[in-house]
């Protein structure tokens, strides 16, 4: 349990913090991506981007620590949640937008996004079941021997867009 509990913890890490960290720095091509798509709120688009930002970030901050990342599974895997019926809301409508994960990515969202987002869910879930047993303080040597495996995850997770742009939209 504690290598899936690490390995969760890594690919999640990895994952998250990288799309955190894009959505900064295009933050005003995020912004605008809220705007134009959750209609719910317009005006609040800064709050929403600037909100979505933060929880990913708290999650990352919380899988950093053996003792906090049964919380930081919980939150990614209720974000995950969201983030999934968002897609299929965008999906839903007919319209190729794009799913702003990574905050500017021109690729419109496709179901390959929301397979995406249920194989990161059921990872916080694996994650989150394997932190109740776990006993892992920190990582060791064989974990981090793992590091590359869950860079094998993450990347493919981060680049799904440009994946689906060079092997095209037949996937």
């Known amino acids: 349990m504690d290598a899936l509990f690490n390995f969760s913890r890594a690919c999640l890490f990895l994952t998250f913090a990288v ?3 894009g959505k900064i720095v295009g933050f005003n091509s995020f912004r605008s991506h809220v705007r134009n798509t959750v209609s719910a709120a317009p005006e ?9 930002v933060l929880v990913e970030l708290l999650a990352c901050g919380c899988l950093l620590w053996s003792s906090t990342a049964a919380a930081g599974f919980g939150v990614l895997a209720g974000t995950l949640v969201v983030f999934t ?18 905050g500017d990515s021109g690729s419109p969202a496709t ?20 932190s109740l047993g776990s006993h892992a303080t920190s ?12 860079l094998l995850v993450a990347g493919p997770a981060y680049f799904l867009d440009r994946l689906i742009d060079f092997f095209g939209r037949e996937l």
């Open 111 to 130: 179901v390959w996004h929301i397979a995406r987002n249920v194989m990161l869910f059921c990872l916080s879930m694996a994650g989150l079941l394997a």
């Open 19 to 21: 799309f955190a960290i």
């Open 139 to 150: 990582f060791d040597a064989q974990d981090w021997m793992r590091a590359p495996l869950a």
């Open 44 to 52: 609040r688009a800064s709050l929403i981007a600037g909100v979505v």
């Open 85 to 102: 019926a968002y897609l299929g809301r965008l999906l839903a409508r007919g319209r190729a937008e794009s799913c702003g994960c990574g």
